[in-house]
């Protein structure tokens, strides 16, 4: 069975990107980064970019089109995990955690609880600053998740 992995690049830290190339590239595994605005991939059979149009959620649409079981994906999107997983792709973050069909319904009932406060005016803080720690805990989680799919 071929993996390939899905990223959901529109917000994707340039050195994630870096990471997923090198251990894709040593691993041989087909990596396409998908995204309304143009990102620049090497040029190597392994990797893929795809830009879709503008507009809500094409770029979701498109991975959950083309993904399939087995594979693994990277997104910030819960709702776009939550037809991934149901669909059987691995689903990791960029915090390297992993989405799951055990704790997909806790993740989309927090994520619509801050939406509704939004909605409501309520300031809400987002996430943390991407750090070094950050950084290590999306590799330790990239690493897992990839080593579990090319079982």
Known sequence: ??????????????VLK?????????????????????ITVPSHPLFQSVQVDLGADLADAYIVEQAQ???????????????????GV???????????????????????FMTDLRN???????PKPFDDKQKQAFMNGFDKALTQCLK
Not at 94 to 104: Q, Y
Not at 120 to 126: C, L
């Open 1 to 14: 069975m071929t993996v390939t992995i899905w990223v959901d690049a529109d917000a994707l830290p340039s």
């Open 18 to 38: 870096d990471y997923m190339i090198k251990i894709a590239r040593k691993r041989e595994v087909p990596t396409v980064f998908v995204s309304n605005k143009t």
């Open 69 to 87: 079981v087995g594979d693994l994906a990277i997104t910030q999107d819960v709702p776009l995990a939550d037809l991934l997983v149901s669909k």
């Open 90 to 112: 691995s689903v990791i973050n960029l915090r390297g955690e992993a989405f799951t069909p055990t704790n997909m319904k806790g993740r989309l009932a927090v994520r619509d």
């Open 120 to 126: 409501a005016g309520i300031q809400t803080k987002g």
